[in-house]
């Protein structure tokens, strides 16, 4: 009987196909030590065609890792777009970074260095996201819906990865810190009128997961 896995692999082969830029990235951020908690290739092209159905020319990612993802963005968003991504640890940065020129998009993304806290802030005033995606410290899930909506504008996509963390979002005295953040991201975005939202369970070579998907419908704070 075949497994996810081999449902993934299926998928994958299938719908993905081999991609050197994105294998190479892959190693590199491997060979450099990095957690391999990257989104799964079937996830990253989700995330891809996402941002293409939306149009979108501005993406802000939080949580960049070695930058596959943001490989994945930053062809979505063409030539004339832009992906800001921000990175707390300035060795997976630099990892980014050597991907994204790899990968040959290294003009149009900025990889800024530092905590959500510290970064976001800095980019208030400037043109709106057309895309959020949140995949960093998952107990700053609130805050950085909180930017997402500020940053964005009605219309707005937002993605929150990992609300699921293999059915421990579930528990309500979950002990984890992470499943907390993740239980606190879901019920904001049900509860905030900024935010109209639904998930989806994932299930792929990363194991049982799941990404929340909302739409700004407000900007307003209070
Ligand atoms: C973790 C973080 C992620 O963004 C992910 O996709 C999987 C796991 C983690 O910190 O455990
Ligand atoms: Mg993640």
New binding site residues.
């Given amino acids: 009987m075949p497994t996810h896995v081999d449902v993934d692999a299926f998928l994958t082969a299938t719908l993905v196909g081999d991609d050197p830029m994105l294998d190479a990235a892959l190693r590199a951020q491997h060979d450099a030590g990095l ?1 391999a ?3 799964a290739p079937v996830n990253g092209k989700f995330l891809h065609l996402l941002a293409r159905i939306a149009g979108a020319r501005r993406v802000l990612e939080i ?1 960049t ?1 070695g930058g596959y993802s943001t490989i994945w963005f930053a062809r979505a968003v063409g030539p004339a777009g832009r992906v800001v991504t921000i990175e707390a640890e300035p060795a997976n940065a630099e990892i980014a970074r050597a991907n994204l020129e790899r990968a040959g998009v290294g003009d149009r993304v900025e990889v800024r260095i530092g905590s959500g806290a510290d970064v976001l802030p800095t980019l208030a005033g400037g043109e709106a996201f057309d895309l959020v995606f949140i ?4 107990e700053s899930n609130p805050l950085y819906l909180d930017w997402a909506a500020r940053l964005g504008r009605r219309g707005t996509v937002v993605v929150l ?2 609300v699921v ?1 293999g059915g421990e979002v579930a528990d309500a005295d979950t002990p984890d810190s ?1 499943v907390q953040g993740a239980r606190r991201g879901v019920e904001m975005l049900g509860a905030d009128p900024r935010f109209d939202a639904t998930a989806l369970q994932t299930l792929d070579r ?1 194991g049982w ?1 799941g990404i929340a998907l909302a739409i700004v419908v407000g900007t307003a704070t209070s």
Avoid: F, H, W
Wanted: net charge negative; glycine share 6%; proline share 6%.
């Fill in positions: 957690p908690i990257e989104v949580g890792l995949d960093a410290d998952k990865d990992n963390r992470k990363k997961d």
